[in-house]
């Protein structure tokens, strides 16, 4: 009985932040497979919007996973530089284009086993680039808003993304997992930010019962 008031409550968030949020999607700006990658791997430790600044010359510059992995370092690390912790950005960006250049033909892959094989890519990545590049929902994005608000919203007790995102597995169901990263990270953004939510105007305040709720 618990568990099933416990999915159903959930099934009520995720259909209020659809309507509060219609136009929700992946704020990375991409092209293709190979674009959205690496547009990912530049977001760690760094804004969508910041990495969406760098990328337009980086892809003007860099059309294939060859020129990615023939690239000179110096160059690339200059060119994403402002996305931060650039040295290993660019290491990655270039160690995961030489794999595929050499075992996927130059193309993405499009299994998790593969992607988690690249260089610089855990399951945050490999499931965005599934989710929001090949409508593959094999997990579910957990990045930092989607961490907070597991945890706000009781849907996850746990700390650890990996095991936040086998909670979120668990509760919701597959054809959600893909839309439902993008609902809460919209949400986060809008209205459950870190220091001071502004849960007075929150579209599911009712159905929150977070010990840091802000109702003044």
């Known amino acids: 009985m618990i568990r099933k008031a416990k999915h159903l409550r959930a099934e009520q968030i995720y259909s209020r932040l659809e309507t509060a949020y219609p136009d929700a999607k992946c704020a990375l ?3 293709s497979p190979l674009q959205l990658l690496i547009a990912t791997i530049l977001s760690a430790q760094s804004t969508d919007k910041t990495v969406n600044t760098v990328t337009p010359a980086l892809f003007r510059k860099y059309k294939s996973a060859r020129q990615f992995a023939d690239s000179a370092t110096p160059e690339l690390e200059k060119l994403v530089h402002s996305s931060g912790f650039f040295r290993n950005k660019a290491k ?3 160690g995961a284009c030489r794999t595929i250049a050499a075992k996927h033909d130059g193309r993405v892959p499009k299994t998790m086993e593969e992607l ?3 260089p610089g890519v855990a399951r945050k990545t490999a499931n965005v ?5 090949f409508e593959k929902a094999e997990g579910v994005v957990v990045d930092t808003h989607v961490q907070r608000l597991s945890r706000r919203l009781g849907f996850s007790r746990e700390s650890r ?3 936040i995102e086998e909670d979120l597995m668990k509760l919701f169901p597959q054809k959600h997992w893909i839309h ?3 609902l809460l990270i919209h949400h986060g953004r809008a209205f459950c930010n870190a220091r001071k939510p502004k849960c007075g105007a929150c579209p599911i305040e009712d ?3 977070s010990a840091d709720k802000v109702l003044a």
């Open 92 to 94: 990655n960006i270039q």
């Open 129 to 133: 680039v599934l989710g929001v590049g």
């Open 161 to 163: 993304p990996e095991k």
């Open 116 to 118: 988690l094989q690249l």
């Open 180 to 182: 439902l990263s993008h």
């Open 29 to 31: 700006t991409f092209a």
């Open 207 to 209: 159905l929150c019962s």
